[in-house]
């Protein structure tokens, strides 16, 4: 059964900048494609990031490339997705998600609980 269990939410002003962190446990990782989801309060959840576990690729949302990094570390099971010069805009619920196909924006096959980041004006 996969498992993905992010951490470092928090409050930050605009401008500023966090690190996102994902341990995934319960499949070998090297054939999915990993990757952040986030859901402001009252939209439907959208794509962030993606990087495809076996050579680091990776895909962005329009509204976050140039800010947003992501980024996996396979000896820890971890991946990770630094936020730089955040917006007000970018307040929302953050999952970590797997999926077995490469490239897919619209979902993943997993998910985490989530995450919230706050980012203040």
């Known amino acids: 059964q996969v498992q993905l269990v992010e951490s470092g939410g928090g409050l930050v002003q605009a401008g500023g900048s966090l690190r996102l962190s994902c341990v995934a446990s319960?499949?070998?990782?090297?054939?999915?494609?990993m990757g952040w989801f986030r859901q402001a309060p009252g939209k439907e959840r959208e794509f962030v990031a993606g990087i495809r576990w076996s050579d680091s690729s990776t895909y962005y949302a329009d509204s976050v490339k140039g800010r947003f990094t992501i980024s996996r570390d396979s000896a820890k099971n971890t991946v990770y997705l630094q936020m730089n010069n955040l917006k007000p805009e970018d307040t929302a619920v953050y999952y970590c998600a797997a999926d077995t196909e490469w490239g897919r924006k619209e979902a993943y096959d997993y998910y985490g609980q989530g995450t919230q980041v706050t980012v203040s004006s």
């Open positions: 319960g499949r070998p990782f090297f054939r999915y494609t």
